[in-house]
């Protein structure tokens, strides 16, 4: 017979969530920090991107990739790609490296190509069970000088190379003609089948694409075949795609992109894009362009956001470079409207210049900002060291951790920890306030048992449970339960301490518990 260490009454209550995540816990990936044990050279530029990559080795958990583009490996400035595996806590429990001298990639890197420029999360595009991702090489010279290029990567599930193929004014039989420096590969973003041939499709961006004037830059919609050739394209740009935007020489246009899911409710998927260099209320303040799109890929109709426009009243200054790194969120507080998060990494904040910041929109189905939060240190509980110069948020992306619970890869590649300019990734777990509006007293008795707990608990006397949710003693939620194997919660990386745990019923009904970790 088992013993039962806790009885509890129930009750059933409603929790109200404000709008503000708080952020829970945080901490940084670098060289010997966050389990991360490679040792990185001085200017690798670790973390210039990232991504989240989905639970490519099968342990439950999201893992990330994240380019060092200034990475010596076969030469000068080739560049890698870093496949962090990461554990319960978001630390990184191992690592495989993707460069010209690891990884089981054979493609030809040459120096400066600065492979890791960009790295996108491409799904298994072609159903052959093997993941792929996206990685831009910014400055590879096939067709000429810093033309750029795109590779495709199959990753095994232990993050070396399955395959690769690669798309450039060469190869992937795409026949756009690029120029000098358009430096394309900016940015990579999975668009799904767009137009409806049956076959998955990507947006490249080159930001310092010269239509219409020079660096205003442009992005390309490539339709591609179960091989990754290009079948067609469409290139939206100052010039060409029905963008009727007003892009200046410098805006480079293109600085990055994502898709944002259907904004509008027309069946089509529409794009953010940043140009973090327009100079709306002042020099490189930077915007992002809410492209409402077509199934060919041209531009219907769009939005700006900026320190001018779209109902954005953030402060903004000089060389903040809003619009630098995108990430789509969803309906990240529950609340009805789309989020995006958009990156400053030159944002002044209160310690002093240049710290950088990264804020999460609530955008409305017409394209404008509906209301806001910003991140960055002495905000809303986070407290990292950061220091000026260190580009924080120059990159990030959007995962969940093995709790269930959302959180931010933020990257600073010029963070010096370590060394100059070896780079860095900030892990930031969110937590959503929690207050309790009513209670009502529940005549039913079940029991939570061991409690207290050391290591996981079990739930007797209600059935029919989907979800089962952990907050700490300030409301913050900290682990969701969303699939149950035995009717077993692990609580084991949970600090001592007393929590309240809610219950939810498939009939929409919720229960309060009382959780004792030791």
Known sequence: MKQVLFIGILFLYGFVNSQIHDVAVYHKIAEDMGGFNSSLDLEDWFGYSVTAIGDLNGDGIEDIAVGAIKDD???????????????????????????????????????WDIFGTSIGYLGDMNNDGFV????????????????????ILSLNPDGTVHSYSKISDLEGEFDAPLGDEDVFGTDIELLGDLNGDGFKDIAVSAR????????????????????FKVIDYQKISDTEGNFQGDLQGGDYFGGAVANIGDLNNDGII????????????????????????????????HRKISDLEGSFEAEFNDDMFFGKSITFTGDLNEDGLTEIVVGARG?????????????????????????YVQYTEGLHNFNGDINVGDSFAFSLTKLRTA?????????????DEGGFEKGSVWILQLGKILSIESIEERNEL???????????FSIEGIDNIVRVEIFDSYGKKVIAFDHFFKNTYDVTYLSTGQYLGKIEKADGSSYAFKLIKE
Do not use: C
């Open 73 to 111: 490996d076969g030469g000068f400035n080739r560049g890698a790609v870093y496949i962090l595996f990461l554990d319960a806590h978001a630390n990184v429990d191992s690592f495989q490296k993707i460069s010209n001298t690891s990884g089981g990639f054979d493609g030809v890197l040459d120096d």
């Open 132 to 151: 792929e991702i996206g990685v831009g090489a910014e400055y590879d010279g096939d067709g000429g000088w810093w033309h750029g290029a795109v590779w």
């Open 208 to 227: 310092r694409d010269p239509d219409g004037g020079s660096d205003r830059g442009a992005v390309y919609i490539l339709f591609l075949d179960n091989d």
């Open 270 to 301: 529409d794009l953010a894009v940043g140009a973090y260099r327009d100079d709306d209320g002042g020099l490189n303040r930077g915007a992002v362009y809410i492209l409402f799109m077509n199934n060919d890929g041209t531009v219907a109709d």
């Open 347 to 371: 944002y002044d904040n209160q310690e002093g210049p240049n710290f950088g910041a990264f804020y999460v929109l609530n955008i409305t189905q017409e394209g404008s900002v509906d209301s």
């Open 403 to 415: 709790g269930g619970n959302n959180a931010f890869a933020v990257g600073a590649f010029s963070d």
């Open 446 to 456: 079940v029991r939570i048992y061991p409690n207290p707990s050391r290591t996981s």
